[in-house]
């Protein structure tokens, strides 16, 4: 059987990237501890934006490492977990402009949800590389 025929479905098969095309969100990049959370509130600093509000506080050692927050007050479960699909995703996809060791806290506004997915990469990328430059002034 050819590989580019569809099958018996009618559907071709979905290509998978290659394991250098692959971008992942491993563990030791995201922010998981409670005590980590309330450091990067009490000690960061904030980035503002139309979707979301960015907190981040540099660290002396380690790499970036991100987080979200995602309270009740956005909506029941479902559109919980899909705000933090849409940020998890958009993350992965920018985390390589943050060099050095930061923690960032992602705090989502409820019009994530209905936001163009595109929008909302340009702004966690801006976001991204605001932090990026103010980490590199310091």
Request: aromatic share 6%; charged share 30%; glycine share 6%.
């Amino acid at each position: 059987m050819n590989a580019d025929a569809p099958n018996r479905s009618g559907v071709r098969p979905v290509e998978q990237p290659t394991a250098r095309q692959r971008v992942t969100f491993p563990r030791a990049a995201r922010l998981l501890k409670h005590a980590d959370f309330e450091r990067v509130y009490k000690q960061g600093r904030r980035h503002f934006s139309s979707h979301m509000t960015v907190f981040y506080l540099r660290q002396m050692e380690g790499s970036a490492r991100t987080g979200f927050t995602v309270g009740r007050v956005l909506g029941g479960a479902v559109e919980r977990n899909r705000i933090k699909r849409r940020l998890r995703e958009a993350v992965r996809q920018h985390r390589a402009i943050l060099k050095g060791a930061v923690d960032v806290v992602i705090n989502p506004k409820k019009s994530v949800l209905k936001v163009e997915f595109p929008i909302l990469l340009q702004e966690v990328s801006r976001a991204f590389e605001t932090i990026a430059r103010k980490i590199a002034e310091k």
